[in-house]
């Protein structure tokens, strides 16, 4: 990055962090919401669109990182931020006892497990009395909106920050290999499997952030909403949609189509569940590589941009 | 004694219909290499289907399942030749997310054309059932498990000794090679995805007999099949059989002797395991 766009960066985030003293009630919590998400694209985007392991279950590192302050607030009445520890050493030793055995696996097998493991421990979680079953836990108020969307934004750009670390460390480059080619990647001397357990660990823990804010921010939590498959669908489709592997794509994509969800589940929820259908079957066939390589080869090729795409990749 | 054998005869009646479900997935896995995570709602819509059929036309459900089947097809053909053909050389992960995307939009063009009550398609036989020494066998279940089993053989010897069979299976083995050999794969991966989603109708119309159905059944059903194909392996239907039958005693026994919340815990878990230790399947070759 060069020196404009870093002021251009550090402009936008200031403009975001006034949001809290203009914007309505209303926008303040669409923006809190938009921002977790976006911190869960991110998330997503160093495990799936850098090391190339497409994840389904990061929805788990999202319930264990909002039970651990859940569960440190009210059964041992500790402060907030000894649940955000708590639940980021959770979510990370979840990650790195788990992602030994499964991330073994490839391809499709490796999205099947993460699945599976996704939905298995939502179910154990909702008949352990620590997590309060089914019923649920209380968390004490806080009506701070402000301080939650700072707290938010904070995270999302140290999760970008970490982003942007990968793509120019020893690091990076070894994840970026190991999803272009793993063989290729252990013969050059990556160690294939620290990394990807690391990648893991580094995705599960600002997921697990995500989820803590998101907890004390609802109040309420429950096994169902907390450890929510259809999580790991949002995260994914925000990530593809503007652009996996890259820096800002994530967060594009979570901004935007958070925004039309939001325009078209005031009208009927299923219309805007239906239409995040519609732009994945479309996106998939026009874009595979998200808005960022729209934005790249738009320029050049115009239209005949989205022909090459299917041309690439029909039979 | 009673008790564990009228679970075991409910597991394997259930594995029937579980394989019949899979089939179709394994198939089009199989073959054109695609997860399909769009299969679990094509079986919602089968399964709609039939409930269409014998409510409105007054069509016996089992008599019903052949116009399912093609109706099925048809619409699994157009789906592959309009939309799955112009991304199936992409990433394997544009497959998964572009049959995710058509869940999504299945499930609520579903929800809001037949909305989302409970519905359960209830012939005048639906209760009958068997007595068999002290374990009674419910009729509904009993002739959607032999159903299944019929197809699932049916599908083995169409896949070993027809044409059409054959064509499908050196397409799966070397997609090049059967091109020069006259196959046009357009049309033939069309056919394989139609035959998958023919299958996907009949089990959903099985799946109407025995359980209630409602627009969100599809992606947990997706997850079983998975689970199936894996414990099977995705060589052959009759390995099919036996991952759905597995599957099927796993879920009973779990509820029974762990509890009823823990049916899905033990087949995902035996899934993740399966996965870890053997990636062929139980019954598939060690590579």
């Not at chain 1, 793509?167 to 160690?191: C, D, H, K, W």
């Amino acid at each position: 990055m060069n020196g404009m766009r870093w002021i251009l960066a550090v402009i936008a985030v200031a403009v975001l962090a006034c949001v809290p003293w203009f914007g309505s009630d209303v926008v303040v919590q669409f923006g809190i919401s938009t921002l977790l998400l976006a911190v869960l694209a991110q998330g997503w985007n160093i495990i799936g669109g850098y090391a190339g392991y497409a994840s389904f279950g990061n929805s788990t590192f999202f319930g264990l990182g909002a039970y651990g302050v859940a569960i440190a607030m009210v059964q041992w009445n500790m402060p907030f931020w000894v649940g955000m520890v708590f639940g980021a050493v959770m979510a990370v030793a979840f990650a790195i006892l788990l992602g030994l055995p499964v991330l073994r696996l490839k391809g499709h097998y490796f999205a099947i497990a993460t699945l599976a493991l996704a939905q298995v421990v939502a179910a154990i979680v909702s008949n352990i009395p620590l997590f309060g079953e089914n019923i649920g836990l209380v968390l004490p108020p806080l009506n701070n909106d402000a301080m939650f969307y700072e707290m938010a934004l904070a995270l999302l750009v140290a999760a970008t920050l970490t982003v942007w670390w990968l793509t120019r460390s020893r690091f990076g480059f070894g994840l970026i290999a190991i999803r272009e080619n793993e063989e290729g990647a252990a013969v050059m001397g990556v160690n294939t499997t620290a990394y990807k357990v690391l990648a893991f660990a580094l995705s599960g823990l600002f997921s697990a952030l995500a989820g803590g804010i998101q907890a004390y921010w609802i109040t309420f939590l429950d096994p169902a909403s907390a450890f929510d498959i259809s999580l790991n669908v949002k995260m994914i489709i925000m990530t593809v949609f503007g652009g996996p592997g890259t820096v800002l794509g994530p967060i594009v994509g979570a901004f935007v189509l958070s925004a039309i969800s939001e325009v078209l589940s005031s009208e009927i929820t299923s219309v805007a569940s239906l239409f995040f259908g519609v732009v994945v079957v479309a996106a998939v066939v026009l874009m595979p590589r998200g808005l960022a390589d729209v934005v790249r080869r738009f320029r050049k090729s115009g239209w005949h941009y989205f022909a090459e795409n299917i041309r690439a990749h029909k039979l | 004694m009673d008790l564990l054998a009228q679970i075991l005869i409910n597991g394997i009646l259930l594995g029937g219909l579980y394989a019949i479900m899979a089939l179709g997935l394994a198939l089009v896995w199989g073959v054109l290499n695609i997860v399909n995570l769009s299969h679990g709602a094509f079986i919602m819509l089968g399964a709609y289907l039939s409930w269409y059929l014998y409510s409105w036309a007054g069509i016996d459900p089992f008599l019903g399942l052949p116009i399912t089947a093609v109706l099925m097809f048809c619409l699994g053909y157009a789906v592959q030749r309009g939309l799955l053909n112009f991304v199936v050389r992409g990433p394997m992960f544009n497959t998964l997310l572009i049959t995710f995307g058509l869940e999504v939009v299945l499930t609520y063009l579903a929800q809001l054309a037949f909305s989302a009550d409970f519905r359960t398609i209830n012939p005048s036989y639906a209760g009958n059932s068997i007595p068999f020494g002290p374990i009674v066998i419910p009729q509904a279940r009993l002739m959607a498990f032999g159903i299944a089993i019929l197809l699932t053989v049916a599908m083995w010897i169409f896949l070993l000794r027809t044409r059409l069979g054959r064509a499908i299976r050196a397409t799966a083995q070397n997609l090049v090679a059967a091109r020069l050999y006259g196959v046009d794969p357009r049309h033939l991966y069309a056919v394989t995805f139609g035959i998958g989603i023919g299958l996907a109708g009949v089990a959903g119309g099985l799946y109407g007999t025995v359980s209630q159905i409602n627009p969100y059944i599809g992606a947990t059903l997706t997850a079983k099949c998975f689970a199936i194909a894996i414990i099977g392996g995705l060589d052959s239907p009759l390995g099919v059989i036996v991952g759905g039958i597995v599957l099927g005693l796993i879920e009973s026994l779990a509820i029974l002797y762990v509890g009823a919340t823990f049916g899905d815990v033990a087949s995902f878990g035996v899934l993740v395991l399966v996965l870890i230790l053997r990636p062929s399947g139980l019954l598939g070759k060690t590579t």
